[in-house]
């Protein structure tokens, strides 16, 4: 884990027969991809010609937060119904909203023809936020008679994800 995750969990064990664990994580995979200098006032350039960059284009900044709560449980009885049944069951809660901010240094892109100043381009910088989240459930019996073992489960998950509203400055020369 990194410096900005961590996690706390409490195992409980009920009885003999059953145990339960719950667990919360959070873990931050945020990561910049920042211009080589540092300075986002400064206008790229991009030579038609060659296809070559002058500088950075573009800086790109990440926020991935991670969130999850989970509770499984382990239920054990022996000789019921004529076989020995280990039930596992558990619960999933897991939230990854995300946001990408993208700048572009001095709010265009300065071309050239052979080194010649030829056109701008201008660029607006863009920014995208969202909400994703999922919930999952399972329950699993594994039921042992004799030389005979049974696997029986049901696994249900449910993903959702919406775009959340967002603003962004407008372009610093237009």
């Known amino acids: 884990p990194g410096p900005g995750d961590f996690q706390g969990g409490h ?20 990561f910049d991809l920042d211009f080589q200098d540092g300075v986002d006032t400064v206008q790229p350039s991009f030579d038609i010609v060659t296809s070559m960059n002058g500088r950075s284009t573009t800086a790109t900044y990440y926020v991935r937060p991670t969130y999850e709560t989970r509770v499984d449980g382990n239920y054990f ?3 019921l119904r004529g ?19 993208t700048v572009t240094g001095g709010g ?4 050239f023809r052979n080194g010649v100043p030829s056109e701008a381009e201008m660029r607006r ?4 936020t969202r909400d994703l989240w999922g919930f999952s459930m399972y329950l699993n019996d594994t039921v042992r008679a004799g030389r005979w073992t049974w696997n029986l489960g049901v696994r249900w998950d ?4 919406e775009a959340l509203a967002t603003s962004t400055e407008a372009n610093p020369i237009l």
Request: charged letters at 25%.
């Open 158 to 161: 449910y993903q959702d994800d």
């Open 83 to 101: 076989g020995d049944h280990s039930t596992k069951f558990g619960v999933r809660y897991r939230s990854t909203p995300y946001s990408t901010k």
């Open 11 to 30: 195992q409980w064990v009920i009885s003999d027969r059953l145990a339960v664990d719950g667990k919360f994580t959070y873990s931050d995979s945020s």
């Open 125 to 128: 910088d863009g920014y995208t």
């Open 77 to 79: 009885a022996p000789a």
């Open 108 to 111: 265009a892109i300065a071309r």
